[in-house]
T-cell receptor, first 113, second 114 residues
């Protein structure tokens, strides 16, 4: 069935360094890939998304890349700050009515001061 | 900024009891969803709803679950006879269009079955 794998499950980086989270998806029909940030006890919040017709998208310190052939996509956070500490989920969805979002298992990112 | 609102924020219920979780999606959104997240785990899809009917449901969404849009604003999830393993955070979400567009999540209802 549809599946999204996410690695690593935990990631600790020094403040100011970069963090990279990687995901793979199984359903080749997936064409929308959102990334969510979830702080403890809070709702998932969309931080960036990418559609299958582009290979890369950037928004300030956050960038996502997509390799459709390999069914890989990644989140890159540069110049990390303490407020970047959270759980990050990658996800995949298809372009059709009421399409569900399939979430990865999450990455707990900790920023060391 | 418009947001999805859910009530209650926390519900404690005894095993075997019925619970109804309530959501008010963003007003111009047409697609509605329920997800759940067991503590420390990933967010799992339960059901999607469009045009007053279920579009898709997961294996988790068995006969104990039902959804309803009783009026023009509310979207509810009912669990008929709760089990201990139903304890989780339940998120409602809505989107203007379906797949390939941003889904906005509510703040969640933490359901604790004792």
């Amino acid at each position: 069935g549809e599946n999204v794998e996410q690695h690593p499950s935990t990631l600790s980086v020094q403040e100011g360094d970069s963090a990279v989270i990687k995901c793979t998806y199984s359903d080749s029909a997936s064409n929308y890939f959102p990334w969510y940030k979830q702080e403890l006890g809070k709702r998932p919040q969309l931080i960036i998304d990418i559609r299958s017709n582009v290979g890369e998208k950037k928004d300030q310190r956050i960038a996502v890349t997509l390799n459709k052939t390999a069914k890989h996509f990644s989140l890159h956070i540069t110049e990390t700050q303490p407020e970047d500490s959270a759980v990050y989920f990658c996800a995949a969805s298809k372009d059709r009515s009421a399409s569900k979002i399939i979430f990865g298992s999450g990455t707990r990112l900790s920023i060391r001061p | 900024e418009p947001e999805v609102t859910q009530t209650p924020s926390h519900q404690v219920t005894q095993m075997g009891q019925e619970v109804i979780l309530r959501c008010v999606p963003i007003s111009n959104h047409l697609y509605f969803y329920w997800y759940r997240q067991i503590l420390g785990q990933k967010v799992e899809f339960l059901v999607s709803f469009y045009n007053n009917e279920i579009s898709e449901k997961s294996e988790i969404f068995d006969d104990q679950f039902s959804v309803e849009r009783p009026d023009g604003s509310n979207f509810t999830l009912k669990i008929r006879s709760t089990k201990l393993e139903d304890s989780a955070m339940y998120f409602c979400a809505s989107s203007v269009f379906g797949g390939n567009t941003e889904a906005f999540f509510g703040q969640g209802t933490r359901l604790t079955v004792v």
